[in-house]
């Protein structure tokens, strides 16, 4: 019976997805005992129960569950391990856990088992397996010993369960996007650190100095083959950084990275436990996986994203340092990621800077690595063979190309506003400088020099130009793709508005050479849909006469492609076809011109593609905005009737989304924008009350949280709307009404208040006197 020693175990919390919205009453569970598993939870059936409390498996996969992938695979292991059984029972126990190369003694040990099956399946798998082992102990009469939070572990070639098989529990939650998946992850590591800690602890329990020697080298190979492996927490690092999009995201990754770092750093603290413990330490792929999570740009705080950048470089400065392990050197993606982390911040001017310094360093890492091996240096070595893997290549370019862009657009933004505070003042002045912002004429600075950008956007272009004289020499890694055109047309884009009438012009060339370059055979040069959007976009941003001609032109030749936008482009029809963007830029190009008519044909027109080109929240936003802007500044247009269209497309909208159209939706501010524009029109009839109420009655029944002004604009509607004498009565009901669910919300403000007591008053109907009585009547 010495061979035969056990340690059992017993409660742990299940997954959530077990457990749905439920709340066990007793607390917790066991996961590894079938005889409790689940029976505790009220909300299964007792057929469930009965399923799960069965000896055999069988029947629970057969009369329950029925994941053909799983019960494949989990049959599979049980005949595999019986057979196996009969034939190595004399074999050690450290043959049986490892096995040889490509010999794969246990099935999972393939990095291909349950590839397709879900997440779900392999946490069934592993639980059967678990379940297995303590039946397996049962048949045997090993002597267990219970504890709490730990899961079983005996040394036996019985027992089969290793860091691996929750290796593939960890890999099929990394495959899949099912929310919650990183806690997922978290749950069976430390499911996994704790089955190890009772290992260990069995261990030293069970096994003395003075136990044979072969039956201790078994034993303490089970406990290092339950051992948390750098490719566990890796698989954990990539869980948080690719699977979540939450904040928190990359501070979870840092928690798990830092917990390799600090077993490499402290080793193991007693020499016994030497032949139980392998020293962990993080590799090259556990801090890429890092660096993405710190790259991806989540959140909207400058400050956050650049102290990101800031850490993802000092990370790329130690792997290259002579303090840092070979293991840890980094590689062409690893520069990328920190290349990609400064593009985050698109309020730096210095991005260029970093960048240009990271690009210029993969540079000579490359050059002394190709002049070593021309000179017959032997690069074999460790030294120099991670020098071999790094070398610019397209996406460390098109990164550059981003980082020139970004301080291009900063410049021209601030280039922008200071040319406009110039024709302010000139106006101010009388210097008869025209009132329409659209014939502002740019005014260089003191050097004759306008820094506006577009020296960033040449530095750009040449990053391109020298990606074709790679190219054109053999460098296979270098092409000039359409993510590197569309990188520069973005710039463009930035830099167009109304003082540089131009841009358009450089954007529609640098288009033409795409299409010339994908006619003579580079189809990764060939422009798609993001590449016509932004040259609209460019159009749209100068607010000229022309700019929204220039961009239906655009959208027109588009069409007549015949090409859907998703398609990739190939042949002699070079022209991708338009999607919802590409409608939304040609009405924003209609809305700066103040055309509300042609903006709601471009939304007509969307609905009239059946579904092929479907319009979408901000098309419908775009729309509404539209018409309340005319209402507002339109001086020829009949009052009320803009606002009224507006109205109508609010509800249209809604009507939409109620049909279930999970796509649509109003924007919260979209309500007080029409409840402002019907307040201040100078129109006053009924419809505008109606319009007002509607509005309000619709913004209460949205998932929206109404405000104060909601209030002081429909009492201006009332007010405006029941001037009259005939409307005395029906005016002190809706202020009455309107003022006491102010109150009740508590939403009563002095503005509501003043907007009361002031005016505008008439000599009939709404006058001072009754305004007086009614403020009286109401605040006492």
């Known amino acids: 019976m010495a061979s035969r020693l056990c340690f059992a175990s017993a409660p742990l919390s299940a997954p959530s997805s077990w457990c749905s919205n439920s709340v066990s009453r007793s607390g917790s569970y066991n996961i590894f005992n079938s005889t409790l598993y689940l029976s505790r939870y009220r909300h299964v059936s007792h057929r469930r129960r009965r399923t799960w409390c069965s000896s055999t498996w069988a029947p629970l996969a057969t009369s329950y569950y029925s994941p053909t992938s799983f019960k494949t695979q989990a049959q599979i292991y049980w005949n595999d391990r019986q057979n196996h059984r009969t034939k190595t029972i004399n074999r050690p126990v450290a043959s049986l856990l490892f096995g040889t190369k490509h010999d794969f003694r246990r099935s999972w040990h393939d990095p291909e088992f349950m590839q397709d099956s879900s997440p779900e399946d392999v946490e069934k798998w592993l639980l059967f397996l ?52 990183p806690q997922k992850g978290e749950y069976w590591i430390g499911v996994l650190e704790r089955h190890y800690s009772a290992a260990k602890e069995l261990f030293k329990k069970r096994t003395t100095a003075a136990s044979k020697s072969q039956q201790r080298e078994d034993a303490a190979a089970i406990v290092r083959s339950l051992q948390p492996t750098v490719e566990c927490y890796n698989v954990l690092i990539k869980l948080w950084g690719h699977n979540s999009k939450d904040l928190i995201s990359v501070v979870r990754a840092r928690r798990w990275l830092t917990k390799l770092e600090d077993e490499a750093m402290g080793g193991s603290a007693d020499g016994s436990d030497s032949i139980l413990h392998s020293p962990l330490a993080p590799n090259a792929r556990s801090y890429d996986l890092y660096l993405h999570s710190c790259s991806r740009g989540l959140g909207k705080q400058h400050k956050l994203h650049r102290e990101r950048a800031e850490e993802s470089e000092r990370i790329l ?7 840092a392990p070979l293991a840890v050197r980094p590689t062409t993606e690893s520069f990328n990621l920190v290349l990609r982390a400064w593009t985050r911040c698109r309020r730096e001017e210095s991005v260029p800077d970093r960048v240009m310094e990271l690009v210029l360093s993969m540079e000579r890492i490359q050059r002394d ?27 460390t370019y098109t990164t550059a190309i981003d980082g020139w862009i970004i301080k291009a657009g900063l410049k021209a933004n601030k280039w922008r506003s200071q040319q ?85 012009l450089k954007s529609e060339k640098l288009l033409h050479d795409m299409i010339a370059l994908a006619q003579e055979g580079n189809e990764n040069a060939a422009p798609d849909v993001i590449s016509f959007n932004a040259v609209i976009k460019a159009w749209g941003r100068t607010k000229r006469q022309n700019s929204a001609d220039r961009c239906e032109y655009w959208l027109r030749k588009m069409i007549e492609s015949g090409r859907p936008a998703e398609d990739k482009l190939s042949g002699e029809n070079f022209i991708a076809g338009p999607n919802v963007a590409t409608y939304n830029l040609c009405m924003d190009a209609h809305f700066e011109l103040g055309d509300a008519p042609r903006v709601q044909d471009m939304l007509i027109e969307m609905d009239a593609t059946n579904g092929l080109i479907p319009p979408n929240s901000e098309s419908f936003s775009k729309v509404i905005r539209a018409w309340i802007n005319d209402e507002l500044n339109n001086p020829y247009g009949l009052p009320g009737s803009s606002v009224e269209n507006a109205w109508r497309w609010l509800d249209e909208l809604l009507q939409r989304e109620k049909k279930d159209d999970s796509d649509l939706g109003p924007a919260p501010e979209l309500f007080p924008a029409i409840l402002k524009a019907a307040a201040k029109t100078s129109a006053c009839g009924e419809n505008l009350l109606t319009i007002g109420q509607w509005t309000f009655r619709a913004y209460e029944e949205s998932r929206f949280t109404i405000d104060h002004l909601a209030y002081i604009w429909l009492l201006e509607i009332a007010l405006k709307v029941l001037a009259s004498p005939d409307a005395d009565v029906r005016r002190k009901e809706l202020v009455t009404s309107v003022f006491e669910q102010c109150c009740r919300d508590g939403l009563l403000s002095s503005k509501f208040v003043r907007t009361l007591s ?21 605040l006492g």
């Open 369 to 395: 690595f190709l002049m070593a091996e021309e000179k017959g240096t032997d690069v074999s070595g460790e030294e120099w063979c991670w020098k071999r893997k790094v070398a610019p290549d397209t996406r």
């Open 420 to 504: 406009l505070r110039i024709s302010n003042t000139n106006k101010q002045r009388g210097r008869g400088v025209r009132d329409d912002h659209r014939y502002i004429q740019a005014m260089p600075d003191a050097c004759g020099v306008q820094d506006d950008g577009t020296e960033e956007m040449e530095k750009a272009e040449t990053i391109l130009k020298y990606i074709h004289d790679l190219e054109s020499i053999g460098h296979a890694d270098v092409n000039a793709t359409v993510v590197g055109y569309n990188t520069l047309l973005s710039g463009w884009a930035r830099l167009a508005n109304e003082l540089r009438p131009d841009v358009p």
């Open 317 to 323: 400065h130690y792997r290259m340092s002579d303090d």
């Open 758 to 778: 002031d005016g505008p008053f008439h000599e009939d109907g709404w006058s001072k006197e009754k305004s007086e009585w009614m403020c009286k009547e109401l």
């Open 130 to 181: 678990m379940q297995s082992a303590r039946k397996d102990a049962d048949d045997k009469r090993i002597i267990t010993n219970d504890s709490s939070n730990n899961p079983i572990v005996y040394f036996d070639e019985g027992f089969t369960i290793d860091a691996t098989a929750y290796l593939r529990v960890l890999e099929a939650y990394a495959r899949s996007e099912l929310p919650g998946s």
